[in-house]
């Protein structure tokens, strides 16, 4: 049978739906594994195979068009090809990817939009549909967009799976909808898209206590529950700082409001009016604090963050692209700028250290060791500071963080600074964090389709982030965050209380029940934890971080979600899985119908669904 070529980065680059199922059916009948890659935002194991000669991988940048089947004044139905990205993705491998062509874009300047988005608007629309991803509400649902799948099983047979059909092609759909790529490869989305819409909203940042606008961990104390807040709120995101001492909360929230001509775009600045700036100072700091075991390995993992250094990229500002500012165009800035903003946010938080300014303390000898060891070893560290320690201390430790950078600063200094932040970090751990999450409200308002993602602004390479998350039936909320609260504390010891929160944040969200039956949010609304790990730190999160919320949330019935890191491969897990959602064995046995030879399924899935 005669297929495509493979392409020189090793995936096979089909432009129609013969030439994707002609790749099908080959590796059918050789008996080889067959998998697809979208924006590449899930992790690794999910989306692709062990590669080698015995798998065929497929890109499906050449497969995009839009086709516009019906137009209304309300609404409208379109085809979606499944390799269209739902907005711009700016690491794209094939460098294809627009705002131009993507699906947002082209729905917005007819006048229609999507019901709801996800924090990114990166993915494309088959991967963000089949690993079961949502935006943040329990009012509206990308589901209500879907009216039917194409899709091609392990055979080569074409399917169209229809929203409205009875029997066992309703089955077809309900299964087929977040199915991880294991019952085919989805051709094409059929949609029904409404009339556009404006969002309004704001973020609010405050402590989680009394200041906080909703009970986070109560039934309603006068403030709303947070049960309550999600289920009346028609968009919302909840960004949870909890460390010790810090406890901080930014919550973000929109709701729509019809286009009118006179609306004026202001857009939400998650990182403020200096991105790029705070990017590559929070992105350094990160990438410093998450080494401290071994500091020398910091310059090789900012290869991404000098390429950002070096200021904006060529051409001109796309116009099509969102009004929100982009933190990979602008200014350059030198290394010695990008530490002067941090020096400037170290000092002012030493200077809310909480012992540093006693005499003889702990933090101040350790401080005052630093000092001495860098003035010997640095030559123009009779720069003139301030007397205070605090200043002091801001400046060496800017000197120490510009000499990490440049790989010059060597042992024993480098242990120096290492074992300054270990013993600082439990207890001054909010003071690094404010740097970059201060209190007070902003308010945005912008389209649908740069409203929502608000999390598009958060460059990928500045700030690489994994994640586990994992969805509870709703009613269960405020157990949840109890339980994580108690948790977090580590019974009041600071570095118990780290160990656990980590340095990064916690995403807390809703999301609308829904009919697939692999979705994590099956017949249920539900509240979703999903936690953080910054992807340059040492360590590996699926072993070192995440166990600890696996064991914690197991008791509140959590599904996970598909694309993201999942507990460990083993018969416990897949048993839960299986008692978690009702229809996973009817979605195992129409999978072995669909894909007799297993083509689609790789170790990864086999292992965490308990597929022998």
């Not at 606008?213 to 109560?218: I, N």
Request: charged share 25%.
């Amino acid at each position: 049978m005669d297929i495509i070529e493979r392409g020189g980065d090793g995936f096979h680059h089909p432009s129609t739906q013969d030439e994707l199922r002609a790749l099908v059916r080959f590796a059918h009948d050789r008996g080889i594994k067959l998998r697809v890659m979208g924006s590449g935002h899930s992790v690794a194991g999910a989306i692709l195979g062990a590669g080698g000669e015995d798998e065929i991988r497929v890109m499906l940048d050449r497969y995009v068009a839009v086709t516009w089947v019906e137009e209304h004044d309300d609404y409208a139905v379109v085809d979606v090809q499944a390799g269209c990205h739902l907005g711009r993705a700016p690491y794209d491998p094939t460098e294809s990817s627009t705002w131009a062509s993507s699906l947002n874009v082209q729905l917005q300047r007819k006048g229609y939009a999507l019901d709801d988005l996800g924090g990114i608007s990166h993915q494309t629309v088959s991967g963000f549909l089949s690993t079961g991803s949502s935006g943040g509400s329990l009012t509206f649902s990308v589901e209500d967009n879907l009216l039917g799948f194409t899709f091609i099983d392990g055979t080569g047979k074409v399917h169209r799976a229809r929203a409205d059909a009875e029997g066992e092609e309703r089955d077809l759909f309900d299964a087929v909808g977040v199915s991880m790529g294991l019952l085919g490869v989805i051709s094409e989305v059929r949609l029904r898209v409404r009339k556009t819409f404006n969002v309004v909203g704001k973020q609010v940042t405050s402590s989680t206590g009394a200041d906080c606008a909703v009970d986070l961990f109560g039934a309603g104390d006068g403030r709303p529950s947070l049960t309550q807040y999600l289920r009346d709120t028609g968009y919302t995101r909840l960004m949870w700082w909890p460390q010790h001492d810090f406890g901080r909360i930014q919550m973000w929230e929109a709701n729509r409001v019809d286009p009118t001509p006179d609306f004026e775009v202001k857009p939400y600045l998650e990182l403020g009016r200096m991105p790029r700036l705070a990017s590559l100072a929070g992105s350094l700091l990160y990438t410093i604090i998450g080494n401290l075991d071994d500091l020398s390995v910091v310059p090789d993992k900012l290869v991404n963050w000098r390429r950002h250094l070096e200021g904006s990229l060529e051409g001109e500002p796309d116009p099509d692209a969102c009004p929100h500012p982009d933190p990979s165009r602008g200014t350059a800035y030198s290394v010695g700028e990008v530490v002067a903003y941090l020096q400037k946010g170290l000092t002012a938080g030493l200077k809310r250290h909480p012992t540093l300014g006693e005499e003889s303390s702990p933090a101040r000898e350790r401080s005052k060791g630093l000092i001495e060891a860098a003035v010997d070893a640095i030559e123009d560290a009779a720069h003139e500071v301030g007397d205070a320690i605090e200043d002091v201390l801001g400046w060496v430790l800017a000197k120490l963080i510009e000499l990490v950078v440049d790989g010059a600063l060597t042992f024993p200094l480098t242990q120096k600074l290492a074992d300054w932040f270990k013993g600082e970090l439990p207890d001054w751990i909010d003071e690094v964090l404010g740097i970059f999450v201060s209190e007070g409200t902003i308010t945005f308002q912008d389209c649908w389709m740069c409203g929502l993602p608000m999390d598009n602004q958060m460059d990928d390479q500045l700030w690489p982030t994994d994640f586990t998350e994992l969805w509870i039936p709703i009613e269960r909320t405020g157990e949840v965050m109890c339980a994580m609260r108690d948790w977090y504390s580590g019974d009041g010891d600071p570095e118990v209380a780290l160990a656990r929160t980590g340095t990064f944040s916690c995403e807390l969200y809703p999301a609308r029940k829904s009919r697939f039956w692999m979705s994590p949010a099956y017949d249920s609304d539900v509240f979703r934890v999903d936690v953080f790990w910054f992807g340059l730190n040492a360590g590996d999160p699926a072993t070192d971080f995440y166990p600890q919320f696996w064991e914690l949330l197991k008791r509140f019935d959590f599904r996970p979600h598909w694309g993201k890191y999942l507990p460990p491969p083993d018969a416990s897990w897949a048993a839960h899985y299986r008692r978690v959602l009702p229809r996973m064995a009817d979605f195992l046995t129409l999978r072995a119908k669909l894909d007799p030879k297993g083509i689609f399924l790789t170790d990864y899935w086999a292992g965490h669904l308990g597929i022998e």
